[in-house]
């Protein structure tokens, strides 16, 4: 049996599912390559992409060193914003949303886009 992420499913759903409040939204390969977007004009998305890989392995170093598990996600909040940065399944998922929304919308609709064959 394998288990993989539907990214065009994620993409799709999470826009239907909070709409209007998604600044831009990144799924990348853990090296930091773009495999599909929705963003804005204004933002650079290669170089979010790759800032994020090298912000996870950063993270995956420190917490080796320490002697702690990797984290699989990561929420930073800044003015009236969410960015929340998500690894599963060899993918990381980036959103940029306002804060009003529940973040936890996202996981759920995230795990639904899980398939297995």
Known sequence: MTVC?????VLDNILKELGSGVYFLLIT???????KSYISDEF???SIGLNMSQ?????EEITS???????DFN??????????????LEKIVVILMEDQI????VFN????CIKTN
């Not at 060193?65 to 984290?71: C, D, K, L, Q």
């Open 29 to 35: 390969s853990e090296n930091g390559v773009i495999i």
């Open 102 to 105: 529940d973040f936890s919308n």
């Open 65 to 71: 060193e320490i002697g702690i598990h990797v984290p």
């Open 55 to 59: 912000l996870y392995e950063l993270a």
């Open 75 to 88: 929420i930073i909040h800044s003015d009236n914003f969410y960015i929340l940065s998500i690894k599963i």
């Open 44 to 46: 650079n998305k290669s």
């Open 109 to 112: 609709v995230i795990n639904a």
């Open 5 to 9: 992420l539907d990214v065009d499913l």
